[in-house]
């Protein structure tokens, strides 16, 4: 396998930040009950993460490792206050409904984690796609749990209304405490999925 | 003389420059957005304005909202520092609207309340800024919520009570109440007082016209 399609392969399944590094979890819990919110955290982690690793790894052989950790949030927040200004600038109803989501991406593991374990000792493009592929592993997650929460919480997707007025809205599934039973049954179903595979592997 | 990585100096230099050259990076993107940026600050206030009237719904174009704002709405001197008010006339009737800035769970919370000039019956609610629990207080911004105070009969304290209810909105305009938020009751408390305040506002404002 080619390095790119296994940093790839990692991102999306292998080492997903979901449910194999455990990472960037705080966000899972806060945004997925609202597909919209959701996708727009999935875009903004994603490009920071790309963007930040392969900023990182272009200066990490001139950086010194006493100040690397510090750099390196310097190096996320710029491209999360950029996303920032961007969506303020020219797409201010987004912007407006997202509100402190967007500040927050700085703070996800997932960033700091990719950072301090791939970029750092790998080539800019292939921490690109490391970046790239951790974010998109993440977002796939979190769509599927935030489909599930917004449809059995509010019964709409993307704010689009999907049943009939006698449906009762799952209110547990609009707080906090659903996202955290949901994680738990991903987490659960996908190791459970990749250890049969691994065995089935093995008797081969 | 060459610097060592991990010496002292180098790292005092290169965190100095690492930092100068991010944060102009983000100054240059920041100064070239400012205008945009305001613009549209302007504007959103324009729109919350019109729409709290009800001279404005989403399906209206930007250029329409500027229009019917600098034709219908007259903007009145500053009630008391901090607090805006609007005068516009609807049919034969003046009403007022108030653009007020009070507490939340986060954050301040701004929203624009229209109503008649003795403070009977509120005409719009708009959330113009706030920064509650996106999902769940943040809520308060969306249209089932602000729809609730729309036509909605004032209580004879002054008040419009925001409780618990079935969280999908009140549709009775007589009993002064809207739904709160479900799991979001503080914030749901926090419009309540600011409902009352910029009601309040209107009532002065309206005495004195």
């Not at chain 1, 206050?81 to 927050?104: E, N, T, W």
């Not at chain 2, 209206?60 to 609007?86: C, F, M, Q």
């Not at chain 2, 920064?131 to 009969?153: C, H, M, N, S, V």
Request: proline share 4%; glycine share 10%.
């Amino acid at each position: 396998m080619s390095p790119t399609r296994k940093v790839l392969k990692d991102g999306l399944w292998t080492n997903n930040p979901i449910f194999v590094q455990v990472l960037g979890i705080c966000s899972t819990l806060a945004v997925t009950n609202n597909l919209r919110n959701t996708l727009i955290m999935v875009l903004g982690v994603t490009f920071a993460t790309a963007m930040g690793s392969l900023t990182l790894a272009f200066m990490k052989d001139v950086m010194p490792r006493k100040v690397r950790m510090i750099v390196t949030v310097l190096i996320h927040s710029f491209y999360v206050i950029i996303v920032d200004i961007l969506l303020k600038a020219y797409q201010p109803a987004i912007s407006k409904q997202l509100g402190p989501y967007v500040g927050l991406i700085i703070t996800n593991c997932i960033l700091m984690g990719r950072a301090e374990a791939f970029a750092n000792a790998n080539k800019p493009g292939l921490s690109f796609i490391d970046g790239l592929a951790n974010g998109l592993g993440y977002g796939w997650v979190l769509v599927c749990i935030a489909f599930i929460r917004e449809f059995l919480g509010f019964g709409s997707l993307l704010g689009i209304k999907l049943v009939g007025e006698g449906f009762t809205p799952w209110t547990i599934m609009v707080m906090a405490p659903s996202a955290f039973f949901l994680v738990a049954i991903f987490l659960w179903g996908a190791n459970t999925w990749k250890a049969k595979a691994s065995q089935g592997g093995q008797k081969k | 003389m060459k610097l060592k990585k991990e010496s002292i100096g180098y790292v005092v230099i290169f965190t100095f420059v690492v930092c100068m050259a991010f944060v102009v990076l983000l100054a240059l993107a920041n100064q070239v957005t400012l205008a945009r940026v305001k613009a549209n600050q302007q504007y959103a206030s324009h729109y919350a304005v019109l729409k709290a009237f009800g001279l404005a719904d989403p399906e209206t174009s930007r250029d329409e909202v500027e229009s019917s704002y600098s034709s219908k709405v007259k903007e009145l001197p500053e009630p008391s520092p901090g607090l805006s008010a609007y005068l516009s006339t609807i049919g034969e009737s003046p009403y007022i609207a108030v653009k007020i800035t009070n507490p939340g769970l986060w954050g301040p919370i701004t929203a624009i309340l229209a109503a008649d000039p003795k403070a009977e019956r509120i005409l719009g609610l708009e959330i113009l800024d706030q920064q509650e629990t996106p999902g769940l207080g943040g809520r308060i911004g969306e249209a089932w919520f602000t729809d609730q105070f729309k036509d909605e009969k004032v209580g004879t304290d002054g008040k419009v009570s925001v409780s618990q209810g079935s969280g999908k909105g009140d549709p009775d305009k007589e009993n002064s109440r809207a739904d709160a938020v479900t799991g979001a009751s503080r914030t749901s408390e926090f419009v309540q007082t600011l409902v009352a305040k910029a009601l309040s506002a209107v009532k002065e404002i309206g005495g004195s016209l």
